[in-house]
């Protein structure tokens, strides 16, 4: 954990502790930084962090204050990387269909910047949360990054295994959706009908280098699924 | 504009002028606040800035980066608040279908934070780019802060006029939204069918000093609706 991930957690200890509600005024940067004895930017960074969670809000020349309680129950798309860390209290699992390498098509080499040659592990799986149907997904994974994969690692969060075992750095990701209707196939795959709604979403992540390994191309099911995203100006 | 925003554009024309592409490395916050003779802070601040709005990426201990651009035609979510920013290069419209003062029910008084007896300015849109339909718009505005409103302002950018106008600072939003059928009175305003898909969309809005001031209900058409969200570790 980075130190300004360990500031961000102490901060976010020290609202509970002392109770503060939506719209209370926070202790300033200066105050943070004498505190935990870090620097000035780690504090910034911590903060922005805290923000990003939806937690604090910051206003220029005004101060730092506690944000409401989200809604339960539905996922923070901003801190999205794996769903187990989205959803509070959730039972997360994972079925796999299908992995093995190929050779991608070309919209896939495209988004992952790869050479013609080369092959990635292609995967799809179906996730639940609490054994309800989330989401059908099919990820491609740029094989430089993603060393090896088989199926008992994508039976479980592949971002923890990439963190924890491949060393690799997440940095950040792109979300493109839009709403569509479901095709036959995806239909059954989802237990819906033919022309149900269905959230098609696509999400490319990097490394904190910026070299993109994972593109993945998600399909909704319209009745389990539900998004949050704490903006700001 | 804030100092903080200025330099923002300031990185933004220097990434544009010196023709960096997407994965190569910035100079430094010690460097920016040097050329642009302003604290370390507002130089972490700009960044930040330029992160939400997808065209930077940072890495604790490893730089500042540039950004690959985002597809053309999609909403960027962490910039939203009126249309007219978020889709470059579109004719956003607005055809005004009905503006009233109402006492809410109950829940719109739970969002926006007010006393029984508070009529709210009650707004009812459609929202058009480059002339098709983009969405169904329903808003609840809180009138301590929405001082006024008329057909001739809703019928452009509301945002704009509190923020020219009344002086509003607009500080964040909480997003919540998820996919559903078309009832038959939304599908006849959207120009679909009954049961056809959409995103059923809800976004609040608050002040710098985090009080509630607007709570919108939007239902975007299906076809004419794409969504981006740059996303961080």
Partial sequence: MLKYELVAQYIQQFIKENGFQAGDKLPNVESFKNKYEVSKSTVIKALEELEKNGIIFQTQGSGIYVRGNKRKGYMNLLISHGFKDEIENATVSYKVNKLEELIPS???????????????????RIIYVNKEILCKEISYFNKDIVLFLNKPIAEGSIFHYLENNLKVKIGFSDIYFQVDKLNEHEANILKLQEDDPCLRYEQIFYTTTGIPFDYSQLVYHYGNAQFYIPAHK
């Fill in 106 to 124: 070309s919209n896939v080499r495209e988004q992952l910047k790869l050479r013609e040659d080369e092959s990635v592990y292609f995967l799809e």
